[in-house]
């Protein structure tokens, strides 16, 4: 199921991408999300199955449509700006089909798409998300081209969340753990992606101030003690991204959802802030950990 916008100069790639699978899938969903450009008529005119939006709503929004249209019992979600080893449903239908899992996932991929050198790799472990999946996919955000999903379960978490446009999908698979969705990952790289400089995850002020609110968001769902120190974590870790895009009140906020959390800030086990963090009020510590990163990152830049 493929959500697409403006994404004309994509559509030959991407069909013989999956012309090429050695499992066909056995429907091929578009959503054009109000295109301006062509890529309705050339997907039509190629004889897929098109749906059209008549509002630009965005990823998520395109995947819960395309969810509800599907016929099938389990469904994967792809951009069609990206790709798919040629085996991909040869091994991730195979392990779904022969097991009880609601959502099969393999390692991903990212590749410049100007210099097509390798950018990022998404390496994920089975044993760490079955240990405890909540925790697991809160410090392991999980992208929305490398899952398959069982559709009863999808729908059971309330589909992508549609108010943002930026982490819905590592933001599903928090819900689909929270749902106790059964999870599965083969730990080798069977979906590929491909990072453009004018694409929405670009923006990286925007999306660590949307990462900061799902976090908070978090905490407010789940209240058991390691989930909260996952959180808490993770709200540092933002915190510093925040500082490097000079959002600095909204570093403040996440040093404070961390210390909610019952993580001191920092989440450092240098002797220094050892000595700092016994008894020292959180506001002065966090004000001091403000000012250590924001000299640190005025010098590396």
């Known amino acids: 199921m493929v959500p697409c916008y403006n994404a004309e100069s994509y559509i030959d790639a991407f069909l013989d991408n999956i012309a090429k699978l050695n499992r066909p899938f056995d429907e091929v969903l578009f959503y054009d999300d109000a295109s301006t450009d062509n890529t309705y008529r050339l997907l039509k005119q190629k004889g897929c199955h098109v749906i059209k939006g008549e509002v630009n709503r965005g990823p998520g929004f395109a995947r819960n449509q395309l969810a509800q249209s599907s016929q099938c019992e389990w469904f994967h979600f792809h951009d069609i700006d990206d790709g798919l080893n040629s085996d991909y449903l040869v091994k991730t239908a195979g392990m779904a089909e022969k097991n009880q899992f609601d959502v099969v996932l393999c390692n991903v991929n990212w590749y410049d798409a100007q210099t097509k050198a390798l950018a990022l790799s998404w390496e994920y472990s089975n044993t760490g998300i079955n240990e405890n999946p909540v925790t697991y996919t809160i410090s392991h955000p999980i992208g929305g081209i490398n899952g398959l999903y069982r559709k009863s379960k999808f729908i059971q978490t309330g589909g992508f969340n549609t108010d943002i446009r930026i982490w819905e999908d590592a933001d599903l698979h928090v819900k689909l ?119 640190a990152f005025r010098k590396s830049t």
């Open 177 to 295: 753990a929270a749902q106790k969705a059964r999870f599965y990952i083969i730990e080798e790289v069977l979906s590929y992606s491909l990072r453009y400089p004018a694409s929405a995850s670009t923006d990286q002020s925007l999306s660590w101030l949307t990462r900061l609110n799902l976090l908070q968001n978090y905490f407010e769902i789940f209240t058991d003690e390691a989930t909260r120190m996952e959180t808490g974590k993770q709200a540092q870790v933002a915190a510093g991204s925040l500082i490097i895009y000079r959002q600095f009140s909204a570093a403040k906020k996440a040093f404070q959802l961390s210390e909610l959390c019952k993580v001191k800030v920092p989440y450092n086990n240098s002797r220094i802030w050892g000595y700092i963090k016994w008894g020292t009020p959180s506001s002065l510590r966090i004000s001091l950990r403000l000012l250590q990163l924001k000299l």
